[in-house]
């Protein structure tokens, strides 16, 4: 249901109803008057929260236009109650609602037509459209936004004067009241009419296709990243944003959804979203000799049909989970992984990926992550947990969050000599399953009480004139942050607006990325260093939490792949109890991690090792896996990510060359057939003239 704000206006609106049916019945016109306006109110706040009970209502037709109508109606039914049936404003009541009612087919016509026709069937980041075709104005905001529940509240004014004027006992405030219903609804539809002609209509798809060919034509991009997923998988592609920028090709991003356009983050690579099938495979893209794969997914196939290019597979991370072994992976002309890690897997699965399709490119991603160097002095040590979600098959194996989290967070934060807990589930948990949302709540109160109580505790000081420093200082950067993206970004632009204006400013966009880091390290300063924390959201990000933290307790997915470039001490929880060895033989990330059960009675080793780095025991270890699973330090992961790409195109340009050697050797031998009666064919036969 939301906050408790929203279910108490959920209760207050269905309850409204029957109110006002009884308000009716009586009849009463204050008690009436103050049940419709509960209703109204209640109805409008849930909207605007976008409530779940507001969806649900939709789908058993209750949606908003029936409980206009059954307000309308019990309205009538109160006028009728009160014997003013055979009064003028009865039937001005009935005639005004049946008015009002045939006006909202021509507005939703209208606002669908508008909406329609200014969807492109290209959208498009940082790429110049504006100078090709024109692109006219959206309406005005307020005449499309949340416009059917706008139109519907039109007929306040008539429920308003109806009301007065049975109050009042005279018709002429009702009137006025019908009368301004009428004539706004009618002006509201005919505001739409100008954007459904003329020059205020976008130009047709064949004009805009032909306006981004001719941009792929000046601009001749190399390398595609091509992306197509939910909008909630939207990270999967914003993680390789950072290494399409630093391509030494020219970079071009494909899109097949709008919904993961508009959570794209921002970025100066060229975009283009194609949601048509038919209109992807007719762009020119001639010049490109890479395509790069972020997921496996049905919509790769329109792609992977072009045989100019050759298609790699770079997946959304690195770990031991089977979808790093799909058996789809082998439709690819090469499959690349961080380290030697990624080939092996690949070997042991045999699902059809050959060796030699393997390169090894390392994780430009994991730039950020700084190496451990052990607790700085005066600090306690920070130990972040950071599960995977549920996953779609139920297995129990996938997360630790429901049957271990609760002991390893209890453990942590009762620990002695202390430590700083630092609790980030990954933002799908709960969304599969009902048990993994209720042990996220459970362990987000434990840490939550638990930094209530650390914070009562006098032994743990905080420098609240530092922290206070660095809230204003947060304060300021989000202020300005929101500034520029509230300047530069889509928000209150509709879909062409944003294709025609869409090209980045390349000085706001640095001045974001330094905005953000100005942001993370005065997040961290904003608080004690002691003080447990629940961390959700998209800032700050994963690897900021790595940076801060002194070890890792996680699950069995990429986010443990990517935490051993740090080289801190990790545990990894075999929530599905096979046993450390059998669990160290079926995942090579855990190879150098302390190995946890679901009671958690091992997390004393975890916190040795990070309070005494002599002693600890896998420090080797974690530096060998770290080579074998990410590659080696040197060169830069971004420079053998070029190598690789470069590499590649060449073997496509190899292989486009060859083609058009052999079409032209076929085309002159078939002419030279023609021109030469008696001609030897290829097969050193005559086609029979002046044989004997």
Not at 165 to 191: C, D, E, N, Q, R
Not at 218 to 245: C, H, I, R
Not at 436 to 445: E, L, N, P, V
Request: charged share 20%; net charge neutral.
């Amino acid at each position: 249901m939301g906050s408790a704000a929203e279910l108490a206006a959920a209760v207050l609106m269905v309850a409204g109803f029957p109110a006002l049916m009884l308000a009716a019945l009586v009849p009463s016109v204050p008690a009436f008057a103050a049940a419709a306006a509960v209703t109204y109110l209640a109805d409008h706040y849930l909207h605007r929260k976008g409530s779940y009970l507001i969806n649900r209502l939709g789908k058993v037709r209750a949606g908003l236009s029936i409980r206009f109508l059954i307000r309308q109606l019990l309205l009538i039914l109160l006028l009728a109650r009160l014997s003013y049936a055979d009064n003028l404003i009865y039937y001005g009541a009935i005639a005004c609602f049946i008015a009002f009612y045939g006006l909202q087919a021509p507005h939703g016509a209208l606002v669908t037509l508008i909406r329609n026709r200014r969807r492109m069937p290209v959208a498009t980041r940082n790429i110049d459209l504006k100078s090709r075709i024109r692109i006219p104005d959206a309406p005005p905001r307020g005449l499309l936004h949340r416009s059917a529940e706008k139109m519907l509240h039109l007929d306040l004014a008539a429920v308003a004067g109806i009301l007065v004027a049975a109050h009042m006992k005279s018709a002429l405030v009702g009137f006025v009241g019908i009368g301004i219903t009428v004539a706004l609804s009618s002006l509201y539809v005919l505001a739409l009419v100008p954007y459904v002609r003329g020059r205020k209509i976008p130009p047709k798809a064949e004009k805009v296709l032909a306006a981004v060919d001719d941009w792929l034509g000046e601009y001749q991009p190399e390398t595609v990243l091509y992306f197509s997923g939910s909008k909630d998988s939207a990270y999967q592609v914003n993680m390789w944003l950072d290494t399409m920028e630093n391509l030494d090709s020219k970079p071009l991003i494909i899109l097949r959804e709008r919904a993961i356009l508009n959570n794209l983050a921002p970025t100066t690579v060229p975009v283009i979203c194609v949601p048509g099938g038919v209109h992807l495979m007719n762009l020119d893209l001639s010049t490109v000799r890479v395509a790069l794969y972020a997921a496996n997914v049905g919509k790769n196939i329109h792609m992977l049909r072009v045989p100019t290019m050759k298609h790699v597979f770079i997946g959304h991370g690195d770990s031991d989970k089977l979808a790093s072994v799909n058996p789809f992976s082998k439709v690819y002309d090469e499959v690349w992984t961080a380290g030697r890690a990624g080939r092996d897997r690949y070997a042991i699965a045999d699902v059809g990926v050959r060796d030699d399709d393997i390169v090894e490119v390392g994780r430009p991603q994991l730039a950020p992550i700084q190496t451990w160097q052990g607790v700085p002095d005066g600090r306690i040590p920070t130990v972040l947990y950071a599960p995977t979600w549920e996953g779609w098959d139920g297995n129990p194996g996938n997360t630790s969050i429901v049957l271990a989290g609760e002991n390893i967070v209890k453990k942590l934060v009762a620990a002695d000599p202390p430590v700083r807990v630092l609790y980030k589930p990954h933002p799908f948990t709960g969304t599969v399953s009902k048990e993994a949302g209720a042990a996220h709540q459970r362990i987000t109160a434990l840490v939550r009480k638990a930094a209530a109580e650390r914070a009562a505790d006098a032994r743990f000081t905080a420098d609240t004139a530092a922290q206070a420093q660095a809230k204003t200082e947060l304060a300021r950067i989000e202020a300005r942050i929101a500034q520029l993206v509230g300047t530069g970004g889509d928000k209150g632009r509709d879909e062409a607006e944003a294709t025609r204006d869409g090209l980045v400013d390349v000085a706001r966009h640095e001045e974001v990325a330094r905005l953000r880091a100005e942001w993370n390290d005065a997040y961290w300063r904003a608080f004690p260093t002691w003080e447990h924390r629940v961390i959700t959201g998209a800032e700050p990000r994963l690897y900021d939490c790595f940076n801060v933290s002194d070890a890792m307790v996680s699950d069995i997915s990429s986010v443990v792949s990517d935490f051993i470039a740090s080289g801190k001490p990790y545990a990894v929880t075999d929530s599905a109890e096979v046993g450390a060895e059998e669990f160290k033989r079926n995942n090579t990330a855990v190879r150098a991690a302390v190995i946890l059960s679901n009671s958690a009675k091992e997390l004393g080793e975890l916190l040795s090792a990070v309070r005494d780095p002599a002693a600890d025991p896998l420090a080797e270890d974690r530096k060998e896996l770290k080579q074998y699973l990410l590659g080696p330090d040197e060169p830069a992961s971004i420079d053998q990510f070029n190598t690789a790409v470069a590499n590649l195109a060449l073997k496509a340009e190899t292989r486009n060359v060859g083609q058009e050697s052999r079409v032209a050797a076929a085309t002159a031998e078939a002419e030279l057939a023609n021109a030469v009666p008696g001609q030897r064919s290829a097969a050193g036969e005559t086609d029979g003239v002046g044989a004997g």
